[in-house]
């Protein structure tokens, strides 16, 4: 089975200029997790995470969490989501990706994502433009339908046919 099999292909994307509010308010709207960065020409240049905008509110996020008495104006913290919200997705993207093909195997991809500890990746054409999303239920779900299922013709999570 290959990934564009199980793919997601409604992707919600952003533009590097993109602001965290903007990404914020996408990511549980759309309840996401994360949220691929492209170009104009739907090139993958980078990827926001929920970790990665709360990572922006603590300058050393290691540092806050191996002395959090360190840090005792929770309400001055608080404040700088607000300071925060016309930062651009480009100022704290990754933008070293863990990507998958739309044609490798469904198991390649998972184990990926298990290696990487992700839920879930992007998935690009040849040309390196995003065509969807896989995440790691998207597979768990395909997989045991189509080997495990009553019916060898049910569709697949996302509403195609399985092969």
Known sequence: MKVREVMSVHVYTAAPDTTIRELWRSLFKKHMNSIPVVDSKKKLVGIISKENLLEALFPNYQEYFEDITSFEDFEEMENK?????????RDVMRSRVVFT?????VMRAL??????????????SDEDV??????????????????????????????????
Do not use: C
Request: proline share 5%; glycine share 8%; hydrophobic share 35%.
């Open 111 to 124: 184990s990926r994502m298990i290696a990487r500890r992700l839920n879930q990746m992007p998935v690009l």
């Open 81 to 89: 989501v607000r300071e925060l919200g016309n930062t651009k997705a």
């Open 101 to 105: 093909r739309a044609n490798s195997p």
């Open 130 to 163: 995003v065509v969807g999303m896989v995440t790691k239920g998207d597979i768990f779900y395909a997989l045991f339908r189509k080997n495990l299922g009553n019916d060898p013709s049910t569709t697949s999570y996302h509403g195609r046919k399985l092969e």
